[in-house]
């Protein structure tokens, strides 16, 4: 097991500032197989620690905070037998010298305002659950079209209450569930994901609001998709850009969106971003930190 969390956060932040390999984190990648929402040890050991590296960041799959934030065969982090069940996973990361976050999530759909509060609990509970779990601390899911992130769109968010209309409104349960979770486990054991560019009308105004309110929390880290998409293997740059967040965010800045090798190592070099999360390449590629450090042939990945 590792020491503790100062000894760990020194390591984060460490990333920033050595290897280039530490520089690059595991995404989070839903596997499924997670029979009853339990997460399964002996798979879980396998991956998460074939991808492990010493002092570099592993974020896991997404992680249900209660029984309805749930999609099918997905771990969950809400009961004593799931938190009973990760603790083996995690201490393999450990016992590698890796850092773990668990990626908190609820797939939502639509909320009455008197049942909000219950969700911001729910991950509240989550997260010190996390911890339980010997976990480093949690990455709060607010991406891809999730509860949060349906929120925080005003394409799919149509309230009248306080929580729709004005930007402010629509940022303000992010923004509880933050608040909630710092005050349970610690500002330094908290990150958060987002995708302001993804079926937005106005992404930069979203982006640059969120990272200037997250500024009052502390909080460790904000991770963000870059504007770009792939369709059949083809990279579609989109003119905008996550800079003005990343300038506007005063934590560690993770940046996640189709990078590879020389696209990555330039966003780090021109101070685009501190640590750049890959996905797929990792999935493909279990030991993608040695390769990137001896610019070793990579294996493809499947669509």
């Not at 995404?27 to 339990?38: D, H, K, M, T, V």
């Not at 037998?81 to 999530?105: M, R, S, T």
């Amino acid at each position: 097991m590792r020491n503790n969390w100062e000894e760990k956060k020194r390591d984060l932040d460490g990333c920033c500032n050595s290897r280039s390999e530490k520089r690059v984190v595991l995404a989070p990648l839903s596997r499924g197989g997670s029979f009853g929402n339990i997460p399964q040890p002996h798979g879980g050991i396998f991956h998460y620690s074939q991808r492990t590296t010493k002092g570099g960041l592993l974020i896991s799959e997404a992680t249900g905070v209660s029984n309805t934030a749930q999609c099918r065969e997905t771990p969950g982090i809400w009961s004593q037998n799931q938190v009973e069940a990760w603790k083996p996973i995690v201490d393999a990361v450990h016992e590698k010298g890796g850092i773990f976050f668990c990626q908190l999530w609820h797939v939502g759909r639509k909320l009455k305002t008197e049942e909000i509060p219950l969700v911001v609990d729910e991950f509240r509970v989550a997260a010190r659950n996390s911890i339980e779990a010997g976990f480093d601390g949690v990455e709060i899911h607010g991406a891809y079209g999730y509860l949060m992130d349906q929120f925080l769109k005003a394409k799919t968010n149509n309230r009248t209450d306080q929580y729709g209309g004005s930007l402010e409104n629509r940022c303000r349960l992010a923004l509880e569930i933050v608040d909630a979770i710092v005050k349970e486990i610690g500002a330094d054991k908290v990150g958060i994901r987002l995708s302001p560019f993804s079926d937005n009308s106005n992404p930069n105004a979203l982006g640059l609001y969120m990272a200037r309110s997250l500024n009052a929390y502390n909080i460790l880290y904000c991770h963000m998709i870059q504007p770009r998409m792939k369709y059949l293997g083809k990279k579609v740059d989109r003119p905008q850009s996550l800079v003005p967040m990343r300038k506007a965010f005063n934590g560690t800045f993770i940046s996640a969106g189709e990078y590879d090798m020389e696209s990555g190592n330039n966003a780090v070099a021109t101070n685009q971003t501190d640590l750049v999360a890959y996905g797929r390449l990792f999935l493909a590629n279990p030991d993608l930190p040695k390769r990137f450090e001896l610019n070793a042939p990579l294996n493809k990945y499947e669509f």
